[in-house]
């Protein structure tokens, strides 16, 4: 799956230590905490938004740069399959767990690392689901694995790479503006007031 293919203890030195780096992200941006995690879903608190959309926008770029430079093969990077139906469902049953639960399973993960039991009995229960889907899967196959096929934003859109990843990046911008409007919004914190002297005045919280 790695375009470079290293030697196998190599890759999965990679992927341990990348792995633990992942974890350690997560806990420093506060995704350890179901209550930070939750505000994401009252629009009180964007980060999850803000800092996921880095990270998509990050490898995006570091990709395109690397692929325009010729060090990477995109044709030798695995992509997940696009099942379209399958993944909507999957996705609100996803979203309706989070919400509920206030973790993923990535966050629940490092939030039971730090000794969370709510983290805990969420682990336990997304490891329920999986079980009850495996022991279902063979009366679903046929939806589970419908319409899969290699498709990305580039041939879907018929752009370039490099213009797909400016739109992409043009629309983080936007949507990371949008986000801090709506966090003040929904805290009764109004922005910020610009001074005579051109200086802005920092904002105050409303009475």
Same mark, same amino acid.
């Given at each position: 799956?790695?375009?470079?293919?290293?030697?196998?203890?190599?890759?999965?030195?990679?992927?341990?230590?990348?792995?633990?780096?992942?974890?350690?992200?997560?806990?420093?941006?506060?995704?350890?905490?179901?209550?930070?995690?939750?505000?994401?879903?009252?629009?009180?608190?964007?980060?999850?938004?803000?800092?996921?959309?880095?990270?998509?926008?990050?490898?995006?770029?570091?990709?395109?740069?690397?692929?325009?430079?010729?060090?990477?093969?995109?044709?030798?990077?695995?992509?997940?399959?696009?099942?379209?139906?399958?993944?909507?469902?999957?996705?609100?049953?996803?979203? &309706?767990?989070?919400?509920? =639960? +206030?973790?993923?399973? @990535?966050?629940?993960?490092? %939030?039971?690392?730090? !000794? /969370? #039991?709510? &983290?805990?009995?969420?682990? =336990? +229960?997304?490891?329920? @689901?999986?079980?009850?889907? %495996?022991?279902?899967? !063979? /009366? #679903?196959?046929?939806?589970?694995?419908? =319409? +899969?096929?290699?498709?990305?934003?580039?041939?879907?859109?018929?752009?370039?790479?490099?213009?797909?990843?400016?739109?992409?990046?043009?629309?983080?911008?936007?949507?990371?503006?949008?986000?801090?409007?709506?966090?003040?919004?929904?805290?009764?914190?109004?922005?910020?007031?610009?001074?005579?002297?051109?200086?802005?005045?920092?904002?105050?919280?409303?009475?």
């Amino acid at each position: 799956m790695m375009p470079l293919k290293p030697e196998v203890w190599v890759a999965y030195t990679f992927a341990v230590l990348s792995g633990f780096a992942f974890g350690f992200v997560l806990e420093r941006a506060g995704f350890g905490s179901s209550r930070k995690l939750a505000a994401q879903f009252y629009l009180r608190d964007m980060t999850v938004l803000k800092v996921m959309f880095t990270a998509i926008v990050t490898a995006m770029l570091g990709l395109v740069v690397l692929r325009s430079l010729g060090f990477v093969d995109m044709e030798k990077i695995y992509v997940n399959p696009t099942f379209l139906g399958p993944q909507v469902v999957g996705g609100l049953i996803f979203g &309706a767990g989070f919400a509920i =639960g +206030g973790y993923c399973p @990535g966050t629940s993960i490092v %939030a039971a690392a730090t !000794g /969370k #039991l709510d &983290a805990v009995a969420f682990l =336990g +229960g997304a490891m329920t @689901g999986i079980l009850a889907f %495996a022991g279902v899967y !063979g /009366k #679903l196959a046929g939806f589970a694995t419908s =319409g +899969g096929q290699r498709e990305l934003l580039m041939d879907w859109l018929h752009l370039s790479y490099g213009t797909v990843a400016i739109l992409v990046t043009l629309l983080a911008l936007g949507m990371f503006a949008g986000a801090e409007w709506i966090e003040r919004k929904m805290r009764g914190v109004p922005a910020p007031v610009a001074k005579p002297d051109g200086e802005s005045a920092a904002p105050t919280p409303a009475e």
